[in-house]
């Protein structure tokens, strides 16, 4: 699954935010900026989005709770994929009209990826990284010993 848009609807100090990433020869997108900048809200939101929101947030410092909404455009391998999440216990997976739409698809595109190893692979921050670099070096993890056996 690729993210062709992010919508920051209300989620932090965002309101009405759209980061567009357009499709190229190599198809990386890094999200950089400077401290307080929003890289790591926005790295949450997409967690959020994908995953559900966890019972709590810190993320409901403007907006209350029922209101934070993330949403994304994505490149599904069946085909594009539109799709919101709201903050609740129940249909908190909605279309762009705001009703609530089955997450079987939403499922089948994450293959497999929970919010954890979402992290370790496709959102690598400051902290993750060296963390991942230290448990590289002592090959205590799976990508450790893979990394050393392929040595």
Do not use: W
Request: a neutral charge; aromatic letters at 8%; charged letters at 25%.
């Amino acid at each position: 699954m690729r993210f062709a848009e992010l919508h920051l609807i209300r989620y932090g100090r965002f309101d009405d935010c759209r980061l567009v990433f357009p499709r190229g020869d190599h198809d990386l997108q890094l999200i950089v900026g400077p401290n307080e900048a929003g890289k790591s809200t926005t790295l949450e939101a997409v967690s959020d989005l994908l995953f559900g929101f966890e019972p709590r947030t810190k993320f409901a410092f403007r907006f209350p709770q029922p209101q934070l909404r993330v949403g994304a455009l994505t490149e599904a391998p069946d085909g594009p994929l539109e799709v919101r999440r709201r903050k609740g216990n129940v249909d908190t997976l909605l279309n762009f009209a705001d009703q609530p739409v089955d997450g079987a698809r939403l499922t089948a595109a994450l293959a497999g990826q929970t919010r954890e190893s979402f992290k370790r692979m496709f959102g690598l921050d400051h902290a993750r990284l060296r963390a991942g670099g230290q448990a590289i070096l002592a090959a205590t993890d799976d990508v450790g010993a893979a990394i050393f056996s392929a040595g």
